[in-house]
């Protein structure tokens, strides 16, 4: 447990590092035409994800769970 417990901080800065490089990848739906009524195609607000940005939403997902699980190991020890 020690082997863990010393990897710890070195697992959340690499996890926090890949979630907010897989966040700030991600496109913005919402622009400043959208604020005022305009639609640039994303009227009904429903937008399937497909190839690359399927894999980065799916991803994002995956990494914020096991920093989110990193982070209660690292409250619990």
Do not use: C, W
Request: net charge neutral; charged share 10%; glycine share 10%.
């Amino acid at each position: 447990m020690t082997v863990i417990s010393s990897l710890l901080p070195y697992i959340q800065i690499a996890l926090s590092v890949l979630l907010v490089a897989a966040i700030l990848l991600q496109t913005s739906e919402a622009s400043v035409g959208g604020a005022f009524g305009g639609s640039d195609g994303f009227a009904s607000g429903y937008h399937t994800r497909r190839g690359f940005e399927k894999v980065l939403f799916n991803s994002t997902i995956v990494l914020a769970v096991l920093f989110i699980l990193s982070a209660f190991a690292a409250l619990i020890h």
